[in-house]
Every structure is written in C-alpha cells, then in structure tokens.
C-alpha cells in the first residue's frame, strides 16, 4: 500500500500547479482521499479531500483556488492549485483514509505520502 505524490515545485503568485498522487495497492474509489500542507514552524493542515462517494470538501484558505479530482483508471487524485499565493508554500501530502467522511483531519488518515514541496514566490 502505498502513495506517490508529485508535481510541486516553484510556483509563481497568481499562478497554477498541479499535484498527482499515484496510489498502489489499493484503489483511491474505494477510499477517502485528502491533501495536507505542512508550513515551516508550522502545523499540518487539511487543504482538500475528496470522499469515496466523490464529495469534496477544502479548506477556507483555498476555496475557490484548488480543486481536488480523482481518475479512477489511473488510481489516481490530482490537487489543481490555481490562483497560488505565499501563504500556499509548504510540503504537501496526500493521504488515504477509511473513513466514510469527507473529512480534514489528519488523524483519521491511515496511509501516507512521501510529500511533495510547493513553493510559491514572484
């Protein structure tokens, strides 16, 4: 059972980036799947997640900007970050819960990303 996340890097404010999160070993359908950031000297914090149901639920500080998806035949879920400022950089990872809520908390998730880092500056 595992994720890859991938896809971070530089971004430029008012600019987009994409994040995949390939997932193996088990299905990403089957599962509720989110994305975390971590800051530096900060907590993690849940930024979008997607339930088994497809109900998708973000973060206040990215509603409108991000939009979490799930591709089915690639077992896949993508983070489109649009819109990106400052306060987006950190490591970002993904994470699959068996939890039936689309939910935010970190603790209810059981399988987790290597994290991928997102960068944002002009």
């Known amino acids: 059972v595992q994720l890859q996340a991938s896809g971070g890097g530089l971004g430029q404010i008012g600019g987009p980036l994409r994040l995949s999160c390939a997932a193996s070993?088990?299905?990403?359908?089957?599962?509720?799947m989110g994305w975390f950031r971590q800051a530096p000297g900060k907590e993690r914090e849940g930024v979008s997640v997607?339930?088994?149901?497809?109900?998708?639920r973000y973060a206040d500080s990215v509603k409108g900007r991000f939009t979490i998806s799930r591709d089915n035949a690639k077992n896949s879920v993508y983070l489109q970050m649009d819109s990106l400022k400052p306060d987006d950089t950190g490591v970002y990872y993904c994470?699959?819960?068996?939890?039936?809520?689309?939910?935010?908390?970190?603790?209810?998730?059981?399988?987790w990303g290597q994290g991928t880092q997102v960068t944002v500056s002009s």
């Open positions: 994470a699959a819960s068996t939890f039936t809520w689309a939910t935010l908390m970190s603790e209810k998730y059981d399988v």
């Open positions: 070993g088990f299905t990403v359908d089957d599962f509720t």
């Open positions: 997607i339930s088994s149901t497809g109900t998708t």
